[in-house]
């Protein structure tokens, strides 16, 4: 596999540990679950991140398939910055200022 490296946003990684918080309050299997969706999804990304959809600021995005979460990223000189985790409901583009950089 040719994995481009990758990083999380420290806000980005504080989202995942949230997230992953709130499912192991429901059951550990859930937070599991959730864990393992956001690893494939990065895996994904890594893989071919050119095909994915534009989103704001100069970024693209993935939609989680399980979960109502989606993953904002840009591609750069070196690697995958993970911006965001961002739950679908949460206020649009709150994350826009991580990509200033």
């Known amino acids: 596999m040719n994995d481009r490296p990758f990083w ?17 309050e429901v059951t550990l299997e859930l ?23 534009a989103y704001l600021c100069g970024t693209q995005r993935y939609l989680m398939k399980s979960f109502p979460y989606f993953i904002v990223f840009r591609v750069t000189k070196i690697g995958i910055e993970i911006i965001a985790v961002a ?15």
Do not use: C, K, M
């Not at 739950?87 to 991580?98: A, C, F, K, L, N």
């Open 8 to 24: 999380f946003h420290p806000d980005a990684n504080a989202e995942v540990l949230s997230a992953h918080d709130r499912y192991a």
């Open 31 to 53: 937070a599991e679950r959730f864990q393992l969706e956001l690893e494939r999804s990065r895996q994904a990304i890594a893989r071919n991140p050119l095909t994915w959809p």
């Open 87 to 101: 739950h679908e409901r949460q206020r649009p583009g709150y994350w826009t200022q991580r990509t200033v950089s």
